[in-house]
């Protein structure tokens, strides 16, 4: 007979961070202190800022790297609702169509600056804010905490095709059970 086996998809990372590069003060705090609390809590972060290679082609990076992440965490500020740059809309396309294409994948919003979802023209990014789905950066300190709980645990895989041996199987304990007395 032939055996079965589980088969798993890994990721490569467990969160992809989506921001305004143009931002200082946000840039500061992603690198000083989100992705190193990330890090510590055993998340694999690949922040676009640290980790893309210079000299690469960007738009395919950033395809690749959206595709391996198994969470694209997206921070909205109120530059990137005024005037979305060029690579921000790229990563929030590709996130959006994994998000609703691929059943495992989670893509978070976090409201950076308070916006209102008026602030904001580009009507995906409107609806997660009507429907509050979205993370406030006001509460500092439950944030990082709220952020992996919505992340779920790192390293974490989804069982994508599970083919395993039934559980219960009538023709073995048909075959197993002892006959039944008549005094019992």
């Given amino acids: 007979m032939r055996q079965r086996e589980r088969c798993y998809k890994q990721y490569e990372y467990d969160i992809y961070i989506s921001m305004d590069d143009g931002n200082e003060l946000l840039l500061r705090g992603m690198l000083h202190r989100f992705c190193p609390a990330l890090k510590t809590h055993g998340y694999k972060v690949n ?3 640290r980790d893309m290679s210079v000299g690469c082609f960007r738009e395919e990076v950033i ?3 959206i595709e391996r992440s198994r969470c694209v965490i997206g921070f909205i500020t109120l530059s990137f609702a005024r005037e979305m740059d060029e690579w921000m809309a790229l990563e ?3 996130a959006w169509q994994q998000y609703i294409s691929v059943y495992d994948r989670k893509l978070i919003c976090i409201n950076y600056d ?3 979802y008026r602030d904001i023209e580009w ?3 409107q609806k997660f804010l009507r429907w509050g789905t979205c993370i406030d950066f ?3 300190q439950k944030f990082s905490k709220t952020c992996m709980d919505e992340v779920g645990n790192p390293g974490g895989s989804m069982n994508m095709l599970k083919v395993s041996k039934p559980k219960f199987n009538p ?3 048909y075959f197993e059970r002892k006959p039944a007395s008549f005094n019992e």
Avoid: D, G, M, S
């Fill in 63 to 65: 395809r690749e790297t």
């Fill in 92 to 94: 929030w396309r590709i």
């Fill in 171 to 173: 023709l073995e304990i």
């Fill in 123 to 125: 009507p995906i990014l």
């Fill in 47 to 49: 922040f676009p800022p």
């Fill in 114 to 116: 308070q916006l209102r």
């Fill in 138 to 140: 006001c509460t500092r």
